[in-house]
């Protein structure tokens, strides 16, 4: 696939940047090398970068507000006991719904899949429960999409990217596919999840789906109900972007582009310290939190955050584990106070190392910029 690393420090000085790798180890035509312009597969970034910040949009405009009931626009959740769970309820991951299921196995469209997660029974208490959910984001698209009145691929067109002039952000598929970064071999990810039933016990069969992809994914998708259900335009997965489009947007973020009071208002936790709305909350040196996402399938980290100074690192290694780590500045003695629970961070310790992952120079760039010697 792809051993591309990419890193953008945005500090009162401007944006500094450094990238290494090529979009591609084997499996595809075209080889280039990595620049602040190559497309990278964003997945669960997708649900900051497009659907958080499409909804704090629209509470900024008082279209929505997030205690609206998702069954006042969805009819089919008045049938059931989600009837009154809100939007701040699925933004928090506090709606009791399962993590994860495979709906391109059973499912054969999109109204049919939100048919499904409408009927699905709660896993765990709502309301009252943190458990991070791909299904909360599903639904959140649709509600985006209901809002605007648009599918969300053209809504985060109109409202996010050309008012930042995001140049290499698009759903689907990248605007350049000569220059895009490889992920994975096809869906093997998620076939070996629903075979082993690891980590989540999902019903459904490896043998009841035939349109498993086995080659090597260039510019498509590889979420398997944003490509097999969503044709790669979802709210919880379905985003390209690059270097250059992460740092023009958390720049935004900085400079007002959301409302500050809506922005702290989706800073603020309730059932736990480490969640916000939309955001997870990042425990800082000084006691005080900062804004991003963490998500981890198998071993791959995604994090996005809002603040300053930052540090954002993107990566895709041969093991299809995509990386976008941005950090305010901490000690390296507060990196597991950072990411409670978390027992295997090789990618982290190998970066602050400067062994494996990274060449010196750029390892040496990283923990200049997060101050750690």
């Given at each position: 696939?792809?051993?591309?690393?990419a890193?953008?420090?945005?500090?009162?000085?401007?944006?500094?940047?450094?990238?290494?790798?090529?979009?591609?180890?084997?499996?595809?035509?075209?080889?280039?090398?990595?620049?602040?312009?190559?497309?990278?597969?964003?997945?669960?970034?997708?649900?900051?970068?497009?659907?958080?910040?499409?909804?704090?949009?629209?509470?900024?405009?008082?279209?929505?507000?997030?205690?609206?009931?998702v069954?006042?626009?969805?009819?089919?959740w008045?049938?059931?006991?989600?009837?009154?769970?809100t939007?701040?309820?699925l933004?928090?991951?506090?709606?009791?719904?399962?993590?994860?299921?495979?709906?391109?196995?059973?499912?054969?469209?999109?109204?049919?899949?939100?048919?499904?997660?409408?009927?699905?029974?709660?896993?765990?208490?709502?309301?009252?429960?943190?458990?991070?959910?791909?299904?909360?984001?599903?639904?959140?698209g649709?509600?985006?999409?209901?809002?605007?009145?648009?599918?969300?691929?053209?809504?985060?067109?109109?409202e996010?990217?050309r008012?930042?002039m995001?140049?290499?952000s698009?759903?689907?598929?990248?605007?350049?596919?000569?220059n895009?970064?490889?992920?994975?071999?096809?869906?093997?990810i998620?076939?070996?999840?629903?075979?082993t039933?690891?980590?989540?016990?999902?019903?459904?069969?490896?043998?009841?789906?035939?349109?498993?992809?086995?080659?090597?994914?260039?510019?498509?998708?590889?979420d398997?109900?944003s490509?097999?259900i969503?044709?790669?335009a979802?709210?919880?997965?379905?985003?390209?972007?690059?270097?250059?489009?992460?740092?023009?947007?958390?720049?935004g973020?900085?400079?007002?582009?959301?409302?500050?009071e809506?922005?702290n208002?989706?800073?603020?936790?309730?059932?736990?310290?480490?969640?916000?709305?939309?955001?997870?909350r990042?425990?800082?040196?000084?006691s005080?939190f900062?804004?991003?996402?963490?998500?981890?399938?198998?071993?791959?980290?995604?994090?996005?955050?809002?603040?300053?100074?930052?540090?954002?690192i993107?990566?895709?290694?041969?093991?299809?584990?995509?990386?976008?780590n941005?950090?305010?500045?901490?000690?390296?003695r507060?990196?597991r106070?950072?990411?409670?629970?978390?027992?295997?961070?090789?990618?982290?310790?190998?970066?602050l190392?400067?062994?494996?992952?990274?060449?010196?120079?750029?390892?040496?760039?990283?923990?200049?910029?997060?101050?750690?010697?």
């Amino acid at each position: 696939m792809s051993s591309a690393k990419a890193i953008a420090f945005i500090g009162r000085g401007g944006v500094e940047q450094r990238i290494e790798g090529r979009t591609s180890n084997f499996g595809v035509e075209r080889v280039n090398k990595v620049n602040a312009e190559s497309a990278f597969d964003l997945a669960s970034i997708t649900k900051i970068m497009a659907t958080t910040t499409l909804l704090m949009l629209a509470v900024d405009r008082g279209l929505v507000k997030l205690d609206l009931k998702v069954s006042n626009l969805f009819p089919e959740w008045r049938e059931s006991n989600k009837e009154d769970l809100t939007l701040e309820d699925l933004l928090r991951h506090e709606s009791g719904l399962e993590e994860w299921r495979p709906f391109y196995i059973t499912c054969n469209s999109t109204e049919e899949t939100f048919t499904k997660i409408a009927s699905l029974p709660l896993k765990y208490p709502k309301k009252s429960e943190f458990h991070y959910s791909d299904l909360n984001f599903i639904v959140l698209g649709r509600v985006a999409e209901t809002i605007y009145q648009a599918p969300i691929s053209k809504v985060f067109q109109e409202e996010i990217a050309r008012p930042l002039m995001l140049a290499n952000s698009t759903f689907s598929s990248p605007p350049n596919p000569e220059n895009v970064v490889a992920t994975s071999i096809g869906d093997s990810i998620e076939a070996k999840m629903v075979r082993t039933k690891v980590p989540y016990k999902v019903p459904e069969d490896v043998e009841n789906f035939k349109s498993w992809r086995t080659r090597v994914l260039s510019g498509e998708i590889n979420d398997g109900n944003s490509f097999h259900i969503f044709k790669g335009a979802a709210g919880h997965a379905g985003l390209f972007s690059s270097l250059n489009d992460l740092s023009l947007y958390v720049q935004g973020l900085i400079n007002g582009f959301i409302k500050r009071e809506t922005l702290n208002e989706f800073s603020k936790p309730r059932s736990t310290e480490d969640q916000g709305i939309g955001f997870k909350r990042f425990r800082k040196l000084n006691s005080e939190f900062a804004i991003g996402h963490l998500v981890l399938r198998e071993q791959g980290l995604r994090l996005i955050c809002n603040g300053r100074p930052h540090l954002f690192i993107l990566e895709i290694d041969s093991t299809r584990e995509v990386s976008i780590n941005p950090w305010q500045k901490f000690g390296v003695r507060n990196l597991r106070n950072f990411l409670p629970g978390i027992k295997n961070s090789i990618r982290i310790k190998n970066l602050l190392n400067c062994s494996l992952k990274f060449d010196y120079s750029l390892a040496a760039f990283a923990r200049r910029c997060l101050n750690f010697d």
